[in-house]
């Protein structure tokens, strides 16, 4: 292994070369950071926490082939969540020199010559744990952990790997996310108290979005949020309905509006479909191989999506479902093609490297900022500056949360309650990846008790980027719609905050114009207590996104904006000071004081 491998000792920048994944003939900055600090301690556990499409594979493999060469080790074994990741971490592994076989076995003992090692699942592992720990012994081992945060020790995979890899001479723990839903203790992660008493994970290097955005490793991420109106049948027989997230109903109403607007018979997800494609389109202007990603509930859902993005199309998308044997090489085939969609249950939502996945939906009913992460991370891999990542999705408030907090740095705590707290961010796992990769109906909140969807329609809502939130809505189709869907597909991140707030202001003048200047009507002499309540709800969740991103508790924000606009609590505000706020908080969200 010689230094040609990998370049020579200067840093370049991110861009403008481009190499495949796993293979980049230079280190980014970060990584020769990290890697600098790796070998300065040689330690026995290094967890590095990097956002996905920052490069993680190429810095474990850096690391491995220095070990190597140095003498330190002589055998790597490669732990992944899925078959299809042990594929690509091996190809990935071949490009620079080092043979990997992903095809082993628990059942064949030993892996074939010629090979350095093997690349083996979380669930091999936890299957047969003393074969992999013998393994161990017999060779100076390093093992790379990919997406260590699956390996729970209170779980069975957490179980396995320390009884396999306790014996290693080294071990290099890497995630993209690094936080579980539980609070069971990761294997080989170091743990320390804060100053509240409770225990989180302690990472030795840590690269997170805000920082890969700023070096344009990875993309900026625009969320499309549509909302609109649901019908559905209880299990009583009763008929409701409700705006899709709306602030003023209770969190069982939220669920069953969510899931009527995912059902295929309905008239939202056609239209969301149809203005994702527009968006898609749009982008294949400047790069015209770019991609898009569903991501469905269950096989059901899938097929039906797939049927109605033909329809939107007329190309059959690939469609990805975690029981077909063709599964990965279908995801294989997809990468390295110009076909514009691809569906899939769950099955790509961590790991799998898709690079020219530039436009996503997220049409499943999973709502844990894990899955979330995982799932926004296919989309943020840039390959060349400019390139930017657009996720279309339901307008309701856990999402809503979760993406206005996108460059939230968050650490694996434990001793924390094993329930939602009151921000809705903190959700028990449903289950192990290899529950994730197998077909799930919903989470537990949607399947309580059985409801007919009746009918759905679907409106656009707004734009969360950066923390801030632009658009003032419209109907699918409308000028207000297409302000959005037809931003340039090569933007950096300050062009699209720029652009983003241009497009609002052009709305907002047009509604001005349609509205022409009169006479101030006489203030009537009852208070439209249905405007209030609409613009207390729009506040609430103004805050909440500014809460999300500032780490500033609700409360507290809403007595600096009483503080800084003056007037009485929210309860007792009229529309003047409520619209007050609002105009402050957008402030906040572009800057201005």
Not at 181 to 192: G, L
Not at 434 to 456: C, H, I, P, V
Request: hydrophobic share 40%.
């Amino acid at each position: 292994m010689t230094e040609t491998l990998f370049g020579g000792p200067t840093l370049p920048p991110a861009y403008p070369e481009r190499a495949a994944w796993g293979t980049a003939q230079k280190l980014r900055a970060w990584q020769q950071e990290a890697l600098d600090l790796y070998f300065r301690s040689g330690p026995r556990d290094f967890l590095a926490v990097a956002t996905p499409g920052a490069g993680k594979t190429t810095f474990a493999l850096r690391v491995a082939s220095m070990l190597i060469e140095s003498g330190a080790v002589n055998r790597v074994t490669i732990v992944a969540p899925t078959d299809h990741l042990k594929r690509q971490w091996a190809d990935a592994a071949a490009r620079v020199g080092i043979a990997i076989d992903p095809n082993f076995k628990n059942s064949d003992g030993q892996h074939g010559r010629g090979f350095t090692g093997v690349a083996v699942t979380y669930a091999q592992v936890a299957s047969k744990p003393m074969l992999h720990r013998a393994k161990t012994e017999a060779a100076r081992t390093l093992v790379i952990l990919d997406e260590i945060h699956h390996g729970g020790e209170a779980l069975s995979w957490g179980d396995g790997l320390r009884e396999a890899f306790d014996p290693a001479v080294r071990r290099l723990s890497l995630t993209g996310t690094p936080f579980r839903s539980d609070t069971s203790p990761i294997p080989f992660v170091e743990y320390a108290e804060d100053r509240d008493g409770i225990r989180r994970s302690k990472a030795d290097y840590t690269y997170g979005y805000g920082n890969a955005l700023r070096d344009h490793v990875v993309r900026p991420v625009m969320f499309m949020a549509y909302s609109g109106q649901m019908r559905w049948r209880t299990s009583a027989g009763e008929e409701m309905a409700a705006s899709l997230g709306e602030a003023a109903v209770t969190k069982d109403v939220t669920s069953q509006a969510w899931r009527t607007a995912l059902n295929p018979t309905g008239e939202w997800i056609p239209a969301v479909l149809a203005g994702a494609d527009k968006r898609l389109s749009e982008v294949r202007r400047t790069v015209p191989d770019a991609g898009g990603l569903v991501i469905a509930t269950d096989h059901e859902d899938a097929r039906a999506y797939a049927g109605q993005l033909k329809r939107i199309t007329g190309e059959s998308p690939t469609v990805i479902l975690s029981d077909d044997a063709k599964a990965s090489s279908k995801i294989e085939e997809f990468t390295t093609s110009e076909k514009r969609w691809m569906v899939a249950v769950r099955m790509v939502s961590e790991g799998v490297d898709v690079p020219r996945l530039s436009v996503g939906v997220y049409a499943t009913s999973t709502s844990t900022p894990l899955f979330f992460a995982q799932a926004v991370g296919r989309f943020v891999r840039a390959r060349k500056r400019g390139e930017t990542a657009s996720v279309f999705l339901p307008s309701v408030p856990q999402l809503m949360a979760l993406a206005n907090s996108m460059e939230a740095e968050r650490d694996h705590a434990l001793d924390r309650p094993e329930k939602e707290d009151g921000d809705g961010l903190f959700n028990p796992e449903e289950s192990l990846m290899a529950e994730a990769n197998r077909e799930d109906k919903a989470s537990d909140s949607l399947t309580k008790g059985k409801f007919e969807a009746l009918d759905s329609q679907a409106s656009f809502d707004r734009v969360l980027f950066d923390g801030g939130e632009f658009g003032t809505g419209g109907e699918v189709g409308s000028e207000d719609e297409l302000d959005f869907l037809g931003i340039p597909g090569l933007l950096d991140a300050e062009q699209v905050g720029t652009l983003l707030r241009q497009r609002q202001h052009e709305q907002l003048t047009r509604k001005n114009r349609r509205s022409p200047a009169a006479a101030p009507p006489a203030a009537p002499a009852v208070p439209d207590h249905r405007m209030l309540m609409d613009l207390r709800n729009e506040l609430a969740k103004n805050v909440a996104a500014w809460s999300a991103r500032t780490g500033t508790p609700h409360g507290v924000v809403h007595t600096k904006l009483r503080t800084v606009c003056g007037g009485p609590p929210v309860a007792q505000a009229n529309e003047e000071q409520l619209q007050s706020r609002l105009r402050k908080l957008q402030d906040w969200f572009v800057g201005r004081k």
